[in-house]
């Protein structure tokens, strides 16, 4: 019997190569130029810290434009301290599933509008309505998760198309 369990990678550029591209360490180095097969290795188990250059680089060689937002939500200081709420990783998915969901938040957006404005108005947020403003962030939230994740795979689309 065979063992079938997944492999552990230690970090999303790792199983990028080796599980999207099915290159080894050595190849990826040829095609990167100036990322040695070490220094690949060092940045892939997490022993070096990535530089903002190594990983443009990186997504542009693996055609993975989501390694730039990844970096900036996971790895970047900015990012990954959790006090600014602006930078995170969207969900990628196929573009069907990606305007689904686009739709779906879009349409609960008439009603979170006028809600909004009865709460804005005042310019003040009362205790009563602040459970009610939370909500109308979260779904504002959703939908800008989701235009990231429709803008990562029109990137990705475009740049096939260019090739």
């Known amino acids: 019997m065979t063992d079938k369990r997944e492999k552990q990678y230690s970090s999303l550029y790792e199983q990028i190569r080796d599980k999207k591209l099915h ?28 530089r903002p250059d190594e990983v ?49 938040s879009l349409n609960s957006t008439s009603q979170m509008k006028d809600r909004l404005i009865e709460i804005a108005a005042d310019g003040d947020v009362t205790e009563d309505e602040l459970e009610e403003f939370e909500a109308i962030r979260q779904e504002l939230d959703k939908i800008t998760s989701t235009v990231k994740a429709l803008e990562m795979w029109a990137d990705k689309a475009i740049k096939k198309d260019v090739k």
């Open 23 to 50: 290159w080894t360490r050595a190849k990826a180095a040829l095609e990167l130029k100036c990322i040695g097969e070490d220094r690949l290795e060092r940045i892939e188990k997490n022993r070096a810290a990535i």
């Open 56 to 104: 443009l680089i990186l997504a542009e060689v693996y055609d993975e434009p989501s390694l730039c937002n990844y970096y900036c939500a996971m790895q970047c200081p900015i990012g990954k301290d959790g006090s600014i709420p602006y930078i995170e990783q969207p969900e990628q998915s196929e573009l069907p599933i990606i305007v689904l969901q686009m739709i779906a």
